[in-house]
């Protein structure tokens, strides 16, 4: 059995830090607008003990089950989120990653940062020395598009010039690399709660603003202007927090990352909902996105203009960890159905789909992905109620609208 000794003994130092009764920091913030110009509206300001890792959409937790022990890795602590990172953990052969994505409102829909809104999250860190600067990879915050693998916007600690720093960055989609606009020397506010707030506009004229506070010292507080914020055609962005980390760095240690009072404020009145076409609840229609279902690793519902129920499910396939399941499809009898599978393709992809475990039956696609495509197969269902996996070891699959059972 693993010994946990100096992993306790950090756990509750940490602790005793968080328990501390001084003042809290606060971020700096731009001056408040004039009569009759759009104001900083409260959208977002969970609470640990209340929401828990319910605050957020969604959780990246060890999510490829690389730690032996399979203990948490983001949960609550005291009175903030904190994330472990090991040095067993993965997320995929050179990486790790322990992250919550995303704002969950109060009626348990995702906070979704739409085309050119502005926003401001501000919120506390601590950074313990463990938590180190690295010659690769080390990201502590992003904003990402919910469709887009690579972020438009990230905290990160680099080593720059030998020198460990904690750096804002935003990334450019025609050489796709990030651009620091904006550092600091990260050893002095390691082992202490710091403030920080990110004000971005989220458009292809975007904005970025980052100010990072010691008490009532302004460490840093630098805008880049006229940067791209928006890769998606109607997706939206999301912010991540968390460690995601390269492993191929020397002298790693085991660590962890804490913040508290977190908050967010949309500039003017929250955006009104996007209409949606209303779920298909004709005979034998299952939509991907449903409660109830499963969605497993990075594969999530988003939001989708033309599908029915106005959300698909994306992420699918490419790995043997990021599938979909669809349960309770009933069946009256025991027998061979008919299942047509609609779906959002980018060319020609491919579903492996498994009913109740059996084997894999493929479900070739080819279509475009502003359009919903069809396919029939033909799936032995038993009597009462049915699962269905939707998943490719190999590479990506379309994304999943619904299915329909005939006869």
Known sequence: MRKHGPRLAGALAAMALILQTA??????????????????????????????????????????????????????QGNAWRFDAHLEDRDGSDRMRNEVRGMKAADGRPLEIRKDETWRITYQMYIPDTLDATTSFTHIWQLKNSDIGTPVAQVSLPVVNGVPKIAARYWTLEDNKSHDFATADLAPIQNKWVSTTIEFKSGDDGYMRWVLRDGSRTIVDQKAEGIDLWWTKEQYNRPKW????????????????????LKAEQLGPATPPVKLPPPDRGPGAYEAERAGNIWEGAAEPAYCAVCSGGRKVILIGGNVYDYAVIRGVLSETTGTRQMTVHALVDGSQTFSVSVNGGDAIQVPMTGTADEVTTATVPVNLVAGVNTIRFYSHTARSPELDKVVIGA
């Open 242 to 261: 968390g460690i995601y980390r390269s492993i191929r760095s020397a002298g790693l240690q085991e660590t962890y990352l804490l913040v508290k009072d």
């Open 23 to 76: 003042p809290a920091a606060q971020a700096a913030e731009p001056a408040e607008p004039t009569a009759g110009a759009a104001r900083w509206e409260p959208r977002w300001n969970p609470s640990p003990w209340r929401d828990g890792v319910g605050a957020f959409e969604a959780l990246e937790d060890d999510r490829r089950g690389s730690h032996p022990e399979g203990q948490p890795h983001v949960y609550v």
